[in-house]
């Protein structure tokens, strides 16, 4: 990422998924406004909406933000340590 910012600069924003997960609804108001978007109310409950998904994401974006993924990585740790040790 280190180089997209370089290249992009204030065109992409950044966020981790934890506190996507842990302030939902402060995360998505930073994500509509570094839009330049109006916040509307379901914004923040944007999986009760009736339209249809046409992406292989239907699944998730029909259910609110989870935390279950978080840290998940750790059970390839092992079998990842390699690829970990030269993104560092």
Known sequence: MNFWNNELKDEILNLQYENLTKNTEREIKNIINFCDLDWEDRCSSFYKNKN?????????????????????????????????????
């Open 52 to 88: 249809p998904i046409k992406t292989l994401s239907v699944n998730q974006a029909n259910k609110p933000i989870y935390q279950s993924s978080v840290n998940s990585f750790t059970y390839y740790e092992n079998e990842l340590s390699t690829l970990f040790s030269r993104l560092k």
